[in-house]
């Protein structure tokens, strides 16, 4: 019996360094999505009432957070469509 890929009660993870780094199709959209979640937090909480006095600076991180998954999608987009994926 192996213990690779298992957690351990020490809270280690046992598994291989290649597993950690590898970042398949799935992963990728899933932090795009969590990007552009936290896109629409900051633009939703730029409009409530009480954080007036930080309106204009969240917005603006919001402005730049949307640019950036923007940026980050259209690469993916661009790579994709050149068969960089297989």
């Known amino acids: 019996m192996t213990t690779e890929g298992t957690a351990h009660f020490n809270g280690e993870f046992d598994c291989p360094a290649a597993a950690v780094t590898d970042m398949n199709a799935h992963d990728r959209q899933q932090a795009l999505v969590a990007l552009m979640a ?5 633009f939703v909480a ?3 009432p ?22 980050i999608a259209l ?10 994926y297989p």
């Open 38 to 42: 936290l896109v629409t937090a900051l």
């Open 46 to 48: 730029s409009g409530y």
């Open 50 to 71: 009480p954080a007036a006095r930080w309106r204009r600076p969240i917005r603006g991180a919001a402005i730049v957070l949307f640019l950036i998954a923007l940026a």
């Open 75 to 84: 690469i993916e987009a661009g790579i994709w469509l050149a068969g960089g």
